[in-house]
């Protein structure tokens, strides 16, 4: 599949590449201007655009997509809006015109019922907006909600659904594991899928 990532060249994403072209995929990065795709392996392929002005065409000829981005933990309230808000929507959006088979969405666990005196609040409002827009949109989607993330590349031992316990960590490497298998797995299809590692 031809699969679209934004935040290819993020902490996930670098990760993410490598995963999806071992599984046979096509790996294409949404990049900036400026950005540094020195990242990126041999064989992933780049298309510009930006998540706060997107084209309207950045979705032709694409599979899947894969929301990896984010506003990052040094943006204000108005960035977190403008990338994990609003330039989710406008990805899907532009997924939907372009009639994508599968958006895997790298959400957050507990953005249904965020702290108000937490300091992510407003990340966590953001990201459950993506998210309950992505569901109404009619496109097949995987929304993948992870624990506290670590550096770690994780063992492959995860667990997913109903078999996570309380408020475990997640690998990065096991995160991107997910990603990919999401793109294409019918078990995970339509589904808000919590994860977190085992034994990292």
């Given at each position: 599949?031809?699969?679209?990532?934004?935040?290819?060249?993020?902490?996930?994403?670098?990760?993410?590449?490598?995963?999806?072209?071992?599984?046979?995929?096509?790996?294409?990065?949404?990049?900036?201007?400026?950005?540094?795709?020195?990242?990126?392996?041999?064989?992933?392929?780049?298309?510009?655009?930006?998540?706060?002005?997107?084209?309207?065409?950045?979705?032709?000829?694409?599979?899947?997509?894969?929301?990896?981005?984010?506003?990052?933990?040094?943006?204000?309230?108005?960035?977190?809006?403008?990338?994990?808000?609003?330039?989710?929507?406008?990805?899907?959006?532009?997924?939907?015109?372009?009639?994508?088979?599968?958006?895997?969405?790298?959400?957050?666990?507990?953005?249904?019922?965020?702290?108000?005196?937490?300091?992510?609040?407003?990340?966590?409002?953001?990201?459950?907006?993506?998210?309950?827009?992505?569901?109404?949109?009619?496109?097949?989607?995987?929304?993948?909600r992870p624990g506290a993330l670590t550096k770690d590349?994780?063992?492959?031992?995860?667990?997913?659904?109903?078999?996570?316990?309380?408020?475990?960590?997640?690998?990065?490497?096991?995160?991107?594991?997910?990603?990919?298998?999401?793109?294409?797995?019918?078990?995970?299809?339509?589904?808000?899928?919590?994860?977190?590692?085992v034994g990292i």
């Amino acid at each position: 599949m031809n699969v679209l990532v934004s935040g290819a060249t993020g902490h996930t994403g670098q990760r993410l590449i490598p995963q999806l072209i071992l599984a046979g995929h096509s790996p294409i990065a949404l990049v900036r201007d400026g950005s540094d795709t020195s990242t990126l392996p041999e064989g992933c392929d780049t298309r510009k655009g930006d998540l706060t002005d997107l084209p309207a065409d950045v979705c032709e000829g694409i599979d899947a997509v894969i929301f990896a981005a984010g506003s990052g933990s040094k943006t204000g309230p108005d960035m977190t809006d403008k990338v994990d808000r609003d330039g989710a929507k406008a990805l899907i959006e532009r997924a939907k015109a372009a009639g994508v088979k599968r958006f895997v969405m790298l959400s957050a666990r507990g953005v249904d019922d965020p702290d108000p005196d937490s300091d992510l609040y407003h990340y966590a409002l953001a990201k459950k907006a993506a998210d309950e827009h992505l569901i109404a949109s009619g496109v097949p989607y995987a929304i993948i909600r992870p624990g506290a993330l670590t550096k770690d590349d994780g063992k492959r031992d995860i667990r997913l659904g109903d078999d996570v316990e309380g408020d475990g960590t997640t690998a990065r490497g096991d995160l991107a594991a997910v990603l990919a298998r999401a793109v294409d797995d019918a078990a995970l299809e339509n589904r808000i899928v919590p994860m977190e590692s085992v034994g990292i």
